[in-house]
């Protein structure tokens, strides 16, 4: 019973779930290296991009919600749209 619970949380059987992170890890670490990245610098950009969205304050929640409006301008009306249209086919 618990077998199947871990089976079902990982997606497959634990072997073949470490056999494909193997891999791709593999072939991350290849790309990563192809493309001259390394992995410390990877995380420091990460930490410097919320330091300076930290640094920013409220104007980062300020540009976030400009963002957030200018996009809702045109998903809503369309997702609406396509709601009223697929009613009237049904």
């Known amino acids: 019973m618990a077998g199947d619970a871990l089976r079902r949380f990982l997606g ?4 073949r779930v470490i056999v494909r992170l193997v891999f791709l890890s ?13 992995p410390l610098e990877l995380i420091d950009l990460v ?3 919320f330091q ?3 640094e920013m ?3 980062a929640i300020e540009r976030i919600g400009r963002y957030f409006v ?5 998903v809503v009306p ?13």
């Open 52 to 54: 300076r969205l930290w």
């Open 70 to 74: 200018l996009g809702a301008v045109i």
């Open 12 to 15: 497959d059987t634990p072997a």
């Open 78 to 90: 369309v997702w609406a749209l396509t709601r009223l249209l697929s009613m009237r086919r049904n």
């Open 57 to 59: 304050g409220f104007e």
């Open 26 to 38: 593999f072939v991350v670490g290849v790309i990563l290296s192809a493309i001259d990245l390394d």
């Open 47 to 49: 930490l410097r991009f």
